[in-house]
């Protein structure tokens, strides 16, 4: 049940007459505010994911006390409040497994609250699309502040990035060309400041994102967590979301299917992470946009890979910063965007952009002269092995693994993976399809990064540096490799890479956009009669993972909780007093 709504929502609190208006202000007054707060000026929540749980959102308090600054010179009543944190590198079994129920109290914290708009405060890899999922669905005014990249890495004089490097090195480790002290040095050396990995992962791609949707301030995406200029778009941010709240420039006025397209299309531009295919599946689900699977095929297949980062090229987001960042891509892409698409300055992507430069063709390459050519983006595939769907990010995978034939090496876990693939008896060569199931949303539970599967030990003495690996999990952004993902439906889910057995041939041709397993129907319906999936009953399993369980959906629609997908607004709630 709810009350018709006042000009401003909490109007409805703090303009209250009589014992409701005295209890909503009078425990207010304990931290000392002066009665003008209660004015009916803007009341803006200030999001916090910060969390020592969550190194990369560590700062994120100092943040805001500069987002606070920035509402109150714009004459608003600034309230910090934190939300649940998801540190990516700390949580098990996996942050996925938490995004949704992040998602779910972020929303349910902007409509309860005497709250007229608010800001975003989140960095690491799940706590921006969990902040977004949840304010999408509530859709009050909402700016994001992302809280910047770390400096980089130094490592024996050489910039080394989070993620990727740590992968090389562990590599290297296994095959006896680095010691495991010099392995033991490289840890610190990566994590040089406050922020989030440096490469263009998951966190860096989804600040570019964030920013090239025209949900956070032009050129917000790379400054780093710890340039000054980052407490200025704090500031700045803080003084934006006031005007915004005046303006009712709510999400679903900024978003619509350009934004999705643009989205998509700076992707493949940056060489961006996997896991925002996913996250931005999510996102289009909660703001009723129409933006299927196959649409991030189709909107790169035309983009070319201009940003020269880690894992795909050679730089780190501390040299993006530096060369112009996402507004620098955008006016390179030109034509190539939407620039019409709305942002929350009020005014076009094209008009934030206007004017920006780039400041190394080294790092952001003009069109004449790309990093890799249209196409090398990340491919959506179909086939028997996934029905509704699997990627392959393109410019991370080898080029003559791309079509590939090879024979199947299955495995239900990835534990079983892990206590065999140093075994100089497993049975692999270089052709081998190497395939980890189990690893969905469901069977997990939460889809986990494991898809970055090491090399079996036989193979790296040999000097093979890459293999084909299908798994219906993710990967970590920062990860590189001929790998195939997000295999749907997962093989808990009764898809048919349940029914892949070792032995089989399975066929990879990218160009034709197919993955297969070279078994004939009778077959596969002889062994789907014959295959039980044990299902855990989630029933049984209780709390939150037997509730994610039972309505998770599939990674092709971004793997939300089936009733939280849409919006459903802030219409102010019933009050008793
Ligand atoms: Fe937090 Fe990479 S671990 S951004
Ligand atoms: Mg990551």
């Not at 009589?18 to 803007?42: C, Q, W």
Request: glycine share 10%; charged share 25%; net charge negative.
């Amino acid at each position: 049940m709810t009350s018709p709504e006042p000009a401003r929502r909490s109007t409805s609190w703090f303009g209250a007459e009589g014992k409701m208006g005295f209890v909503h202000r009078s425990k207010l007054y304990n931290s000392g505010r002066s009665p003008e707060m209660f004015d009916g000026r803007p009341v803006i929540g200030i999001c916090n994911s910060w969390s020592e749980l969550t190194p990369c959102n560590r700062h994120l308090r100092d943040v805001a006390e500069a987002v606070k600054r920035g509402v109150l010179l714009a004459g608003g009543f600034p309230l910090e409040f934190p939300t649940m944190s998801l540190g990516e590198t700390l949580m098990r079994p996996s942050a996925m497994l938490y995004r949704n129920l992040m998602a779910m109290e972020v929303e349910e914290n902007l409509r309860s609250y005497p709250l007229d708009g608010v800001v975003l405060l989140a960095g690491c890899d799940k706590t921006v699309p969990a902040q977004l999922m949840g304010a999408l669905s509530a859709d009050l005014p909402a700016i994001m502040l992302t809280g910047g990249p770390m400096l980089n890495g130094k490592f024996r004089g050489a910039d080394a990035g989070s993620g990727t490097h740590v992968w090389q090195f562990a590599e290297e480790v296994r095959a006896g060309r680095m010691s495991r002290a010099e392995f033991g040095q490289a840890e610190a050396c990566l994590s040089r400041s406050a922020g989030h990995c440096t490469t263009m992962g998951t966190a860096s791609t989804m600040a570019c994102l964030v920013e090239v949707m025209g949900l956070s301030l032009p050129g917000s995406a790379a400054v780093p967590a710890v340039d000054a200029g980052r407490s200025a778009l704090a500031e700045q941010s803080g003084h934006r979301i006031v005007s915004m709240v005046e303006e009712d420039l709510r999400p679903s006025t900024v978003l619509d299917r350009r934004s999705f397209e643009n989205a998509a299309r700076l992707n493949a531009a940056i060489g961006g992470s996997t896991n925002a295919i996913v996250h931005l599946s999510a996102l289009a689900g909660r703001a009723e946009v129409d933006f299927p699977l196959e649409e991030f095929d189709r909107q790169a297949r035309d983009i070319p890979l201009l940003v020269d980062l880690l894992p795909s090229g050679r730089f780190l987001m501390e040299e993006f910063s530096y060369a112009g960042g996402v507004p620098a891509v955008v006016t390179e892409l030109a034509d190539q965007l939407h620039g019409d698409a709305r942002t929350i300055t009020g005014r076009s992507l094209a008009e934030n952009c206007a004017g920006a430069q780039n400041w190394n063709a080294e790092v952001i390459r003009t069109r004449a002269e790309p990093v890799q050519p249209a196409g090398s983006a990340t491919a959506v595939l179909t086939g028997n092995l996934a029905p509704n769907g699997a990627v392959i990010k393109l410019s991370a995978a080898s080029p003559e693994l791309i079509d590939h034939t090879g024979t199947a090496l299955v495995f239900d876990t990835v534990e079983e993976y892990y206590a065999r693939c140093d075994d100089p008896d497993l049975p692999v060569d270089a052709d081998t399809v190497l395939v980890v199931r189990g690893a969905g949303p469901r069977g997990y539970p939460g889809m986990p990064e494991i898809g970055n599967l090491s090399i079996p030990k036989k193979l790296l003495n040999a000097g093979v540096r890459d293999l084909v690996r299908i798994t219906d999990g993710r990967m970590s952004g920062t990860s590189y490799g001929t790998i195939v993902l997000h295999v749907a439906p997962e093989s808990a889910a009764g898809g048919p890479l349940a029914l892949l057995r070792t032995g089989d041939r399975v066929h990879l041709d990218v160009a034709a956009r197919r993955l297969d397993m070279l078994v004939d129907d009778a077959e596969l319906a002889r062994r789907a009669a014959e295959t039980t999936t044990e299902e855990r009953s989630a029933d049984r399993e209780g709390g939150w993972s037997g509730l994610y369980r039972e309505h998770v959906g599939q990674a092709d629609t971004g793997a939300d909780l089936d009733f939280l997908r849409g919006r459903r607004g802030h219409a102010i709630p019933r009050r008793h007093l």
